[in-house]
């Protein structure tokens, strides 16, 4: 399995930006998608999360209303829309993928649940 996680940029406060993960070596629906993300001299965090098979999807309380994740499953492809961005948002945006059922609302951010992760995408915001 990979995860190829892009659509980073510089973006000024108050931009959007689209970032996507693609994931390959999947043979069904039967995984989920957390996005995390991590700015210098802090801890990684959970940002959004969705199951490929269905089900509401989770935010961070910093990111609700302004993030919205979706998915493509014959693309095997999902999008995180940012909007809104604030200097905060800034930092390096990573992808994780877990076998299975999809999370509980009080466990998708546990980083230890995943078994993949991409690469990262570094977002900047300026402000």
């Known amino acids: 399995v990979q995860l190829q996680a892009s659509g980073g940029g510089l973006v000024q406060a108050g931009g959007s930006l689209r970032l996507s993960c693609a994931a390959s070596g999947f043979t069904s629906d039967y995984y989920t998608i957390g996005w995390f993300r991590q700015a210098p001299g802090k801890e990684r965090e959970g940002v959004s999360y969705i199951s490929m098979s269905g089900g509401s999807p989770f935010y961070a309380s910093s990111v609700k209303g302004r993030f919205t994740i979706s998915r493509d499953t014959a693309g095997n492809t999902v999008y995180l829309q940012m909007r809104s961005l604030k200097p905060e948002d800034a930092g390096v945006y990573y992808c994780?993928?877990?076998?299975?059922?999809?999370?509980?609302?009080?466990?998708?951010?546990?980083?230890?649940?995943?078994?993949?992760w991409g690469q990262g995408t570094l977002v900047t915001v300026s402000s």
């Open positions: 994780a993928a877990r076998r299975g059922n999809r999370l509980i609302a009080s466990a998708w951010t546990e980083e230890k649940l995943y078994d993949y």
